[in-house]
DNA sequence: AATTGTTGCTTCATCGATTGAGCAAGCCCG
DNA sequence: CGGGCTTGCTCAATCGATGAAGCAACAATT
C-alpha cells in the first residue's frame, strides 16, 4: 500500500517553481482569496492554469491542521438496513457538500461502546460538529464533544445535553393509531384494543408512541392492554419471538397492531406468514416508518413517513445559527395515504 | 461554528510539559512504538495515565501530514436506498475498522460528474486506497486517483484499469432464470419465453444477465424475444413506463419476468397494481438482489442474493496483496429458496 | 584506565498550507 | 524632490506529530 515513488503529489512549492512565485502566491490563489492578498490577476491566472495542468490536488491535512475550523462533519448512524436512515445519509451528505462541508459518517450498529469510539476517531479528525443520529446514548457523546469543543446535534433519537431533531412521535403516533383503530372498527363492526410491537420500552421515541397509542385508545373510549405493548427491540427476531410467545400465552392475538419500525414490522409479517395465527382474516397493521416494499404488501397496512427532508433543514439551521437556542424540534411525520 | 477559546484541544506539548518529558517522548508511547525508541515504561505508564486524565486525542490530520501513509480508505457508493448497497457500505466500515483503517463513504446518485468530485475529495484527504463500487465510469476514477499514486478497486461494476470484484452475473442470471422458467412450465404446462426487465444496456452487469438470461431459454429449446429485453435503467419509474408502453404495444405480457435490480422491481409490482394486468393470474418474477419485504410479497418471486461478504473478502485480499494479479473476480449470488 | 555498549531520553527538521508582517517599486501630491 | 499611499508580491513562523540523529549517564569489558 505504499506509493509509487514516481508519483508524487505535486505540492504548491512545485507549483510555485514551475510559476517561477512563491508558494503563498500560488496558496492564496488557489483557495481564492488573492483579492484580498493583493496577487494580479495574470498571476492568478497563470497559476490556476498550471494547477490544472498538474492535476494538482490540495492536501487537506496541512490545510485544516493550519487553519482553526476543519469544515468537516461528522454522522453517527445506527443502520444501513432501512430507508430511513439510508435517506438520512443520502441527504445528510447532500446537504453538507452543498454548504462545502466534507462528511464523514460512521455506522455504529447500535453499540453504544462503537458509538463512543466512532466519536473519538471523529474529534481525531477535527471535526467542526457532530450529528448524532438514533444514538443509544446522545448525551455521553455529547460530553466527549463538549470536552474538546465541538458542538453536537441529535437526529432521531433526543439528549438533553445538546439541541435534538426529532419527529413528532406523539402525534404521528395518534394518528396513526387511529387509523388503524378505525380500519379495526370498519371490519369488525367494534373498537377493539391494538397490540404494540417493537422498539426500546426506554428510549424517548417508542415511549411517546407509545402514549400517542394509548390517546388514540382513550379517545374512543377503549383502554390499552398493557400486556399488549411489546417494546422487545428493534431486531425483526426480538418481534417474531415475543409474538411467538404472547400467542403461546393468550391464544387469540388482537385484530390490530401498531408496529415500531419496518424493521420490526419484518419479523412481524414473518411471524404471521410462518405460524399461520391470521390466515382467516389479515390483521390490520400501522407501521411507525416507511417502506416502498411494504407499501406494496397490501392494503391492510397504514404507515406514517418520517419527514426527512424537513428533519435536516432544522438540522441545518442549527448548524448555521439560523436557530439559536431552540432545544427540541420536533417535525410532524407524513402519513402515507394507501395508493 | 467556531471553536470555543477556553476549550483548546490538547497536545502532546500539553502532556510532555505535565509529565516533565519531550513531546517526542509522549508521541513515541501513545503511538505504541516506544520500546523500539526505548522509553522506560515508568514514564511510559505516567504518559499513558496523564493522556486519559486529560482526555487527549491525536490530531489526525498532523498524523497523516507527517506519516506516509493515511491509513484512510474511500468508498465511493452510488445509492443508500437498497440493501444490496447499505449491507456493502455496513461491512465495508466493520471491516476496514478491523484493519484500523479510517472509512470515509461517498453517495454519488449515479452521477458520473459527482463521483469524479468525490475521488478528487478522497485524494485531497490523502486516502491510501479508493474503493468504486457500482460507478458509472469506473476508468476514469482509476486513472484520476492513478496520477496521485493511489489504487483503486472496482466494486460490483467492473472497469479494466484496476481490479474488480463483482457477483458471476452470468450464472446467477442463468440460475434465476432457469427457476423462473419451471415455475412458468408448472404452472401454464408449457415452456414460454420471459421478459427482462431494468438496469442500464450498456453496463457489463446488465449484459451479462441478459447473456444468462438468453442461455436458459436456449437450454430448453425456445428463442427469448428481443423486445421483450427491457433495459431501461434502475430507477422505479423508468421500469414502470417501460410496461406500460410495452403493454400499450402488444397487448398481452409473457406470463414471467426477470427483474434487474430490487428498485426496479418497486416499479414493476406498482405497475402490476395500478394496471391490474395480471389480476387473473399473479406473474412469475425473478429478481436479480434481494430484499427482506419482497421475500414477503409472494411466493411468486424467486430472488437471488448478491454474496456481499464474499464480494468484501475478495475485495480486502487485494487490498491486503493477498490476490496479487488477478484483475476480475466473480462472485457466485447465492439463490434464496422460498421459505 | 580506556574503550565499547546500553539505556533513556531530548533536539530539531520535516510534512504542506496558511497568513501576518514586511519590502520594493511605482504613483501621486504638494 | 521628499513623504505618503498603493500595488504586488515574498519571507518566515506556525499548526501538531513524527523519527533520525545525537547526547549524557552509567555498566560492562579488556
Known sequence: MKRVSQAKRKTIY??????????????????????????SSQLAEKIIRIADEQGYALNMQASVLRRDRSNIIGMIVPKYDNRYFGSIVERFEAMARERGLFPIITCTRRDPDLEIEAARAMLSYQVDCVIATGATDPDRITDLCA???????????????????????????????????ANCERELGQNVPLMFVGGRGTDHNTSERVRGFRTAHHEIGITPEEDLILACGYAPEKAEQSLKVLAEKRGALPHGMFVNSTISLEGVIRWIRRSGHYSERKPQIGCFDF????????ENIEMVRQDVPKMLDAVFDIIDNRNPEQKLVEIMPIVETMA
Open 147 to 181: 470536552a474538546a469543543g465541538v458542538r453536537t446535534i441529535n437526529l432521531d433519537l433526543p439528549g438533553s445535553h445538546a439541541p435534538s431533531v426529532i419527529s413528532d412521535n406523539f402525534q404521528g403516533a395518534l394518528e396513526l393509531t387511529r387509523r388503524v383503530l
Open 14 to 39: 512545485d507549483l510555485a517553481a514551475l510559476a517561477g512565485t512563491s508558494a503563498s502566491a500560488v496558496s492564496a490563489v488557489l483557495n481564492g482569496n488573492w483579492k484580498k492578498r493583493r496577487i
Open 291 to 298: 417502506d416502498p416494499f411494504v407499501a406494496l404488501l397490501g
